[in-house]
């Protein structure tokens, strides 16, 4: 059993900054990757960005780009989703996943990934 705890999330002004974490803890097999995906109300779960667990090589999601980092701790089981410049259309529940194997969707998909968290809400006001 994997589980994956987000935090970091609360109301901000547009223009601020906030940092996103997401431990993995339990029977942890393999880590290719982690993911961050987002859901607004009424809308599907989107993309943000992934880092693969080894080398650290990121991507993101057009929206995020240039404003957007995700790193990650490997000793510590964390991966951090840093979001810069924030704009009230970034308003959201993000979500964290792990992908443990190579095999399969490409990483912008969700169902590239085997487990999720809860996810944590960030709200950004105008």
């Known amino acids: 059993q994997v589980q994956l705890v987000e935090s970091g999330g609360r109301l901000v002004q547009a223009g601020d900054s906030l940092r996103l974490s997401c431990v993995a803890s339990?029977?942890?097999?393999?880590?290719?990757?982690m993911g961050w995906f987002r859901q607004a109300p009424g809308n599907e779960l989107d993309f943000v960005g992934r880092i693969l667990w080894t080398g650290g090589t990121t991507d993101y999601a057009d929206a995020v780009k240039g404003r957007f980092t995700i790193s990650r701790d490997t000793a510590k089981n964390t991966v951090y989703l840093q979001m810069n410049s924030l704009k009230p259309e970034d308003t959201a529940t993000y979500y964290c996943?792990?992908?443990?194997?190579?095999?399969?969707?490409?990483?912008?998909?969700?169902?590239?990934?085997?487990?999720w968290g809860q996810g944590t809400q960030v709200t950004v006001s105008s």
């Open positions: 996943a792990l992908r443990r194997n190579y095999f399969g969707e490409p990483s912008s998909q969700k169902d590239a990934y085997d487990n």
């Open positions: 339990g029977r942890i097999s393999n880590i290719y990757a």
